[in-house]
């Protein structure tokens, strides 16, 4: 689904956000069209996430997770068994792939899978010299060299 809003407004009063922008004038293009396997996002409403997907009947060596700057990746692929004579398979044993877009400073923390649920544990961390910080205001350059000039004028009368 294609949006017809223009953003050139917002871009003209802001500075890097330019990423943000092309995500969401072509956000539909970065969406897969296939929805296997589904997936549940947590947040903790503070700095902590939890992406959980079900992952029944892959083993922990069969599961992969990439993750690249903005981008985690997790992907699986089944090991080849040997030739069963199923009746019905209702258990998917596709092969997959799953790509999460991160925002800025969101680092992956670790990985468990516990009853055929894999859980993804990620946690956003600012780095100290990119938080808010108060920013002193000193004395203007012109009210320095103002007592300054006076101090030298009264040392030339003390003298005299």
Known sequence: MRTNFDFA??????????RLFELLENGSSMIPAD?????DIEHDGGDRYRI???????????IDITAKQNLLVVSGKKSEEEERNYVHRGIAAR???????LGDFIQVRGAEMKDGLLSIE???EIPEEMKPR?????????????????????SE????
Do not use: C, H
Request: glycine letters at 10%.
């Open 95 to 101: 092969s997959f792939e799953r790509r999460f877009a």
């Open 52 to 62: 959980t997907l079900p992952v029944a009947g892959f083993g922990q060596d069969e």
């Open 35 to 39: 929805n296997y396997p589904p997936f």
């Open 9 to 18: 407004p917002f871009r003209r009063s802001t500075v890097g956000f330019d």
């Open 134 to 154: 108060k920013i002193e205001i000193g004395g203007s350059t012109s009210q320095t060299l103002t007592d300054q000039r006076v101090g030298n004028d009264n």
């Open 122 to 124: 990620l946690v956003r």
């Open 157 to 160: 009368r003390q003298a005299a």
